[in-house]
Nanobody, 126 residues
């Protein structure tokens, strides 16, 4: 059974930084492309960043490009999201997701992802 557990969320002032972690209980972690999504109140869940199995393929939403960095440590079955220069509009619940259908290609579609974490709240104050 696959479990994804996010951590690292919290309250931060605009311009600050946070680092999210997602620990995955997956026997073959390298077989999964991984991604971060977020959902703000009253809005649909949206893609933030994704990474292929060997970190050679990464993709970012335009809204976070240049500020956020996704990475993974396959030895630790963990994916990270380093968030810098945070803005109030980054406030959302952030979810980790695993794509059982792809180990390299990164999809921006929520339906592509087989497994989801419970989410971690990120709040950026102005």
């Amino acid at each position: 059974q696959v479990q994804l557990v996010e951590s690292g969320g919290g309250l931060v002032q605009a311009g600050g930084s946070l680092r999210l972690s997602c620990a995955a209980s997956i026997r073959t972690f390298i077989n999964y492309a991984m991604a971060w999504f977020r959902q703000a109140p009253g809005k649909e869940r949206e893609f933030v960043a994704g990474i292929g199995w060997n970190s050679g393929n990464v993709f970012y939403a335009d809204s976070v490009k240049g500020r956020f960095t996704i990475s993974r440590d396959n030895a630790k079955n963990t994916v990270y999201l380093q968030m810098n220069s945070l803005k109030p509009e980054d406030t959302a619940v952030y979810y980790c997701a695993a794509d059982a259908w792809s180990y390299y290609e990164v999809s921006v579609l929520t339906d592509e992802y087989s497994y989801w974490g419970q989410g971690t709240q990120v709040t950026v104050s102005s």
